[in-house]
T-cell receptor, first 111, second 113 residues
């Protein structure tokens, strides 16, 4: 069975500090991984996905298959980055794709 | 704008009542999902549907049922609500294929007293 682990419920940093939100997964097949973000009073939205290898709002995430990780990083946190972040794993199951979310990490960036 | 909407946005109900949460989308997506969000537990999948004739149980389907009335509509019912079903419920959609992105509704906050 697939599983997504986000070990930190809460991450608190000061503006300008580096940020790393951890995500580890367990899945025997070939995974697709995503980061979603939920700002206060807003709906969840996709932040980035590993297959795009993109940087969004200064955030990057690299899939490390050896360590089964997909950590989200930003070199200099901003106050507007304060939000709930969810790591998600999508697997292929009989040709379908079933998403699994981690428990989320709340990021608070202090001024 | 194409969107995912949920009604009601807030609901307070009593233990034992039957309640329905509705989700509509104008994105033309085939796939629809229902999640519940609880503090510390994240998002957990209740049911999902890959087309009108396809309904599948998710991780926590007990106590819930769904109906896919049309491609654009996916309803979640609590047959007999209980207090531990108090949560924030999200509907989501996605397109079939390899894109993978899910589009979420604004959520329904349900309180069972």
């Amino acid at each position: 069975a697939q599983r997504v682990t986000q070990p930190e419920k809460l991450l608190s940093v000061f503006k300008g500090a580096p940020v790393e939100l951890k995500c580890n997964y367990s899945y025997s097949g070939s995974p697709e991984l995503f980061w979603y973000v939920q700002y206060s009073r807003q709906r969840l939205q996709l932040l980035l996905r590993h297959i795009s290898r993109e940087s969004i709002k200064g955030f990057t995430a690299d899939l490390n298959k050896g360590e089964t990780s997909f950590h989200l990083k930003k070199p200099f946190a901003q106050e507007e980055d304060s939000a709930m972040y969810y790591c998600a794993l999508r697997m292929a199951s009989g040709g379908s794709y079933i998403p699994t979310f981690g428990r989320g990490t709340s990021l608070i960036v202090h001024p | 704008d194409a969107d995912v909407t949920q009604t009601p946005r807030n609901r307070i109900t009593k233990t034992g009542k039957r309640i329905m949460l509705e989700c509509s989308q104008t994105k033309g997506h085939d796939r629809m999902y229902w999640y519940r969000q609880d503090p510390g537990l994240g998002l957990r999948l209740i049911y999902y549907s890959f087309d009108v004739k396809d309904i599948n149980k998710g991780e926590i389907s007990d106590g819930y049922s769904v109906s896919r009335q049309a491609q654009a509509k996916f309803s979640l019912s609590l047959e007999s609500a209980i207090p531990n079903q108090t949560a924030l419920y999200f509907c989501a959609t996605s397109v079939a294929g390899e894109n993978g992105e899910q589009y979420f509704g604004p959520g329904t906050r349900l309180t069972v007293t």
